[in-house]
């Protein structure tokens, strides 16, 4: 596989979450970014552990399939290793990360890794969608929109999800987040996001999901969303929701 010359957030999670599947120029960009902002791996050590505990929420109400975008890549307890049971469509649009999940996952017969852009779900291969997420439009199932509403513009985020919304049977479920405005304390990290990246106060979220209503759980910080035990203390930059897709 090629080396690429550009960081990647998602690989830089990666190496944030103790992975192995970066390279030298993501570690760099992590650092670089730890240097303006501070450490990082904890940070997003609790949002992953929200990621399982929201999987396992939804498999314990029935959900077998999963359709992921923004997914990054594929391991440190993401979907498929937090649902062995369950299948799972891993999308990106970053053809690095793409290359580098499909390698991941070329021996699995119960997760797959394609195109997705989630402002256009025309853009998902349907013979992906039909192999790994069957009951798509008929049965519930998972959705898992993490890492991607701080990147979207109101309009665009409002209505990604309510295509979403209305591309999903009722009962399905959506885990989602939103980025705080933690990064407002520290310019320089905020500066390296770049000018699509969009903080939110808290007040602004639940408007955001539209028709789909959060659990009674709430839109809160990601550690303190049903923790297994006291919550780590990390920064507030995140907090996050499962969020339901109710009868029309």
Known sequence: ????????????????????????????GARAFEQAYGPCAPVFR??????????????????DSFLVFG????????????????????????????????????????????YGDATDIGTIDPAQLHRFVPGWGRRPVGVVFLGLAAFLDDDTLARTLDELYQATAPGSLLAVDFDTEELAGHPAALAMMGPAFRMRTP?????????????????????????????EQVPDAFHGAVAVRSAD
């Open 203 to 231: 007040a602004a979220f639940a408007p955001l999901l539209g028709r789909w209503t959060p659990t009674g759980d709430g839109i809160v910080p990601v550690d303190r969303w049903r923790p297994d035990g006291p919550p």
């Open 1 to 28: 596989m090629v080396e690429p010359d550009q960081p990647s957030t998602a690989r830089m999670i990666d190496f944030w979450l103790g992975g192995e599947h970066h390279f030298p120029v993501d570690v760099a």
């Open 71 to 114: 997914a990054g890549v594929p391991t440190m307890g993401n979907v498929h290793e937090v649902a062995p049971e369950a299948t799972v469509l891993y999308t990106d649009v970053d053809p690095v990360t793409l290359r580098l999940g499909q390698r991941i996952l070329a021996g699995s017969d119960r997760a797959g890794y394609g």
């Open 46 to 63: 609790a949002l992953r552990a929200f990621l399982g505990r929201a999987v396992r929420a939804m498999t314990r109400d029935g959900v």
